[in-house]
């Protein structure tokens, strides 16, 4: 094959390399949520090949350099040292967790109001109705949660059965409890997004309506005080659990061009992260709600104080972490 017609018919595999490899060498880390990056190693292949055809044609030197230059520039980012998993970890935390939340903050914020709208709702309705709460719960579940938080209770937040166990035991049924919500509220978004919204509505009417009832009866001090300082950790990660469920969903409803199969992978990818990120909220949160929430010497002045800092950590975490590379929505 002559050296015209080669290059007439690679043109535009060259053209698509060099726009791959320009955004690479310009963010390394290069995902936007809308690259086409993943097409890269497939290119990178054909222009090594390219490369071994033009030398053994006897091309011109100046296309043979030029393939040759493109083969060295690819290199690095195929195959450099893959940094650690904690170092991988770090990164995920410290940048890629909060800008996938940004580059979905649409959905984020419709998970948000579907979620923090009936809890406040509700808790305003069975604040002035306490007879409400049987509308959701059962008469056992009310004793139980009156339980929880009455004065004479030794460990706040503890229904009587739990009274008992140690500090480390709580920890376990938290994590178990609060990811069981957040799963089924992720999972729910391939039910083209019923279970998600299902789920974000009924635990905030569940939440509210708890919150509500037992301010109420005058246990307001005790209730809130345990509540505030894992409040900002488990709620916000309710909430992204059903970002992610309505990320999955959109796949479904709105693929756009691509096939849903296609737009369903390219989701999850996405998704997967907010619910990886939520998961290690919850293990926090429930390391908060074990070893600090419960205990009864702390003045609650200051864990109102403790909430209120995390809080504001939460919303400056998700506001300017990672800032810079990839918010794009």
Known sequence: MKQQQFQAEQSRTWEIYRRL?????KAPRGSDGKS?????PALYRR??????????????????????????????YLHRRRPSWSRRTLAFFVADFPRTLR???????????LFFAPILAMAIACYQDSELIYSLLDNEQVFNLESM???????????????????????????????????RTFAGGLIIGIGSLFFLVFNGLVIGAAAGHITALGYGEIFWSFVSGHSSLELTAIAIAGSAGLLLAAAL?????????????R??????????????MLVLAALVEAFWSSGTRTDPLIK?????????????????AGRGGGDAA
């Not at 055809?53 to 690095?76: I, K, M």
């Not at 409803?253 to 849903?260: E, F, Q, T």
Request: hydrophobic residues 45%; charged residues 20%.
């Open 304 to 320: 109102y104080l403790f909430g209120g800092f995390w809080w504001l950590l939460v919303i400056l975490y998700f506001m300017y």
């Open 21 to 25: 490899l320009a955004q690479l060498e």
């Open 47 to 76: 222009i090594c090949a390219h490369y071994a055809l033009a030398r053994t044609r006897r091309y011109s030197p100046g296309l043979t350099e030029d393939l040759q230059n493109l083969v060295g520039r690819g290199y690095p």
């Open 36 to 40: 086409d990056l993943y097409l890269f």
């Open 103 to 113: 580059r979905h903050r649409k959905l984020f914020a419709l998970s948000v109001l």
């Open 267 to 280: 989701n999850a990818v996405e998704a997967v992260k907010l619910a990886m990120g939520a998961l290690a």
């Open 253 to 265: 409803l709105v693929p756009g061009r691509r096939r849903r199969g296609d737009a369903l992978r």
């Open 149 to 183: 938080y009455d004065p004479t209770n030794r460990l706040p937040g503890r229904e009587a059965s739990r009274q008992a166990d140690t500090d480390f035991a709580m920890f376990g049924f938290y994590v178990i409890n609060n990811v069981g919500v957040a799963f």
